[in-house]
């Protein structure tokens, strides 16, 4: 049947303009930071309860390992001889081994905490 | 042995200004002068802080007090590294983010308050001397050391390098210096320690009995002290008015906190060293010089266990790398006292005199001769303390004042303008009666010495009491844009309008 010959219709198809309809991508949210919206303030109180829970147990870990020492030293009088190789144990622990501990923990700080925004803008993004 | 350590100085100081001067035909707005156009990668920006950090305290002076104090010296340099691990974990991706350039500029933004803008530069103006004056004594010790010439002399040198270096090119210029002034001091501890340790071991026969010295402290006293310094070591840190200035550098939040990463790195590197002196000192160094002080023990230390050109050598680089650190961190807090001066003091001034018409440029370089001359003339009119004892009191009184406001500030919604002055207040007062002590040589024996000499135990958990305290009392007072200033400095720039 060629299209000539096909029969006035009175249906009209209905479609929704691509162009006007609302988008569901980032702006939707991120409209809601910028606009001071509660909802906005809700995600970033999100946010920052992740980043500030990350940043305690990191700071508590470090104060275990690293604040543990002197009372370590207090209370276990081996600890103070002690040796290890030709070097005392409280001279390599104090003077070398707790740098690359403190390097080794804020790499990991970081990628956590990289993690976590990344988490976040991937959340905006699909809302 | 003058002639060599003479010229090592001058290599430095002349180093430092042609780079400085460099810079200036780079720098042509003032944001350039501030900070750089904000276009400083994380490497570089990384190698700038540790140089303008790593200052005749962590140079000299940890060396001199290892030598003399023992082993629980070794929780100064740990502190002033650690200090930028709580830095990065509590606030450098929202201190960034704040877009804050001072301290004053965050209690302004965060707490809606003009007085405590006020207040807040007060205290930075206060922190900076405090720490320049060991820069500036440092340098004439280590010049009399090297060459026999009076005090002033050093410190005067300083003072003139670091104007024209600072004034010349602003904070672009700095930056390069700074970057470049970290890889001097590495190499200048590095292979004097190499090479020492070299002939130690050569000549070394047998095991050493250091007695008590090496052996940590555990009396309750000492404990005390251990804990107090590094508290007031690691939360002072984010306090200290150069070191918040270099963040605003980073392009970034995201960039400001792997900057920091790369800070604590070559830290770490750095700090493997002094101890190397105070223990070589120990074994070869009995006594020091008559007349000479602590601060200088690393400069003497070539000379006492090797002779002729190796030692004028090897003291030669010591003392170009000691120069370099009283250079380095010299410069950083003069550009951020003269920020404060310009800003809040002359700036001010100058729109009143000639309508709003005046040059950026030309009060920022009348605040930079402030910022060092005054200094200056305090350094020359009070009694030398130790540099590392100096120094570790200006992280005490950042520990105690603006460490609260910018943990609270980051992170708790509820700090009110009233809490946060209150704060600042208590702990300010606490610093007064510690540095006061300090200065005026009243220093108790026992327990009453330890808790005042070393306030930060219970001067920063007292302020940040009083922040939280008055700040419950007074919900009212609330900066009535905090949510959106959190919001500011806690959402990842990716998701911001540009």
Wanted: with cysteine.
């Amino acid at each position: 049947m060629s299209p000539a010959a096909r029969p006035p219709s009175d249906r009209v198809r209905v479609t929704a303009s691509r162009g006007r309809a609302p988008r569901h991508t980032m702006r939707a949210v991120a409209d809601e930071l910028s606009d001071q919206t509660a909802l906005g303030d809700l995600y970033v109180r999100g946010l920052m309860r992740a980043q500030l829970r990350l940043a305690a147990s990191l700071l508590l870990l470090t104060v275990l390992l690293l604040g543990s020492l002197p009372i370590i030293f207090a209370i276990v009088p081996q600890t103070r001889e002690a040796r290890l190789g030709p070097l005392p144990l409280p001279w390599v622990a104090l003077g070398v081994l707790v740098y690359p501990a403190t390097v080794l923990l804020a790499r990991y700080y970081v990628r956590a905490s990289e993690r976590l925004e990344a988490a976040f803008v991937d959340v905006i993004g699909r809302g | 042995m003058q002639l060599a350590s003479v010229f090592a100085i001058a290599a430095v100081a002349l180093a430092t200004v042609s780079v400085g001067t460099l810079g200036l035909r780079m720098s042509r707005a003032t944001s350039d002068f501030y900070v750089a156009g904000r276009a400083i990668t994380p490497r570089r920006n990384a190698s700038a802080i540790a140089g303008e950090y790593l200052s005749a305290a962590s140079f000299l002076g940890v060396a001199g007090l290892v030598w003399q104090r023992g082993i629980d010296i070794l929780w100064f340099p740990i502190g002033y590294t650690v200090g930028y691990l709580v830095l990065l974990v509590l606030i450098a991706a929202p201190l960034r983010r704040s877009g804050a350039y001072t301290l004053s500029d965050f209690a302004e933004l965060r707490m809606e308050s003009r007085p405590l803008r006020t207040f807040a530069s007060v205290l930075t103006l206060g922190i900076a001397i405090l720490y320049l004056l060991p820069q500036l004594q440092g340098a004439g010790l280590a010049l009399r050391q090297a060459t026999g010439w009076p005090t002033w002399v050093g410190a005067a040198v300083v003072v003139v390098v670091v104007f024209i270096a600072v004034a010349a090119g602003g904070m672009r210029s700095i930056t390069l210096v700074q970057a470049m002034q970290y890889w001097i001091k590495l190499t200048a501890i590095a292979i004097p320690a190499f090479v020492l340790l070299a002939i130690w071991a050569r000549g070394h026969t047998g095991e050493v009995d250091f007695g008590d010295w090496a052996i940590p402290r555990t009396d309750p006293i000492g404990l005390y002290t251990t804990y107090s310094t590094m508290l007031a070591l690691c939360l002072g840190t984010m306090g200290l008015p150069h070191v918040l200035v270099r963040f605003y550098t980073n392009p970034d939040g995201r960039d400001a906190r792997r900057t920091t990463v790369g800070v604590i790195g070559l830290l770490a590197v750095f700090y493997l060293f002094p101890p190397v002196y105070g223990v070589l000192g120990r074994l070869h160094l009995p006594q020091l010089a008559p007349g000479t002080r602590l601060d200088t023990m690393a400069l003497q230390l070539p000379a006492a266990m090797t002779d002729g050109l190796l030692a004028t050598v090897l003291t030669a680089i010591l003392a170009g790398g000691a120069f370099a650190a009283f250079l380095s961190t010299t410069s950083g807090l003069a550009v951020s006292v003269a920020g404060v001066i310009d800003q809040d003091v002359l700036r001010p001034l100058l729109a009143r005199r000639t309508g709003d018409d005046a040059r950026g440029a030309t009060s920022y370089r009348w605040a930079s001769a402030l910022a060092v001359v005054i200094p200056f003339v305090l350094s020359r009119v009070l009694e030398p303390l130790g540099l590392a004892t100096t120094v570790t009191l200006a992280f005490a009184v950042a520990a105690s004042t603006f460490a609260p406001l910018l943990v609270l500030g980051v992170w708790w919604p509820r700090l009110s303008t009233t809490g946060a002055a209150a704060g600042l207040a208590v702990g300010t007062a606490c610093a007064l009666v510690s540095l006061g002590s300090a200065f005026l040589r009243w220093t108790p024996e026992g327990w009453a010495g330890a808790v005042i000499g070393q306030p930060a135990a219970w001067s920063a958990p007292l302020a940040f009491t009083t922040m939280v305290v008055v700040s419950r009392l007074t919900p009212h007072r609330r900066p009535p844009h905090t949510n959106r200033t959190l919001n500011r400095l806690h959402t990842p720039e990716s998701l911001l309008p540009p």
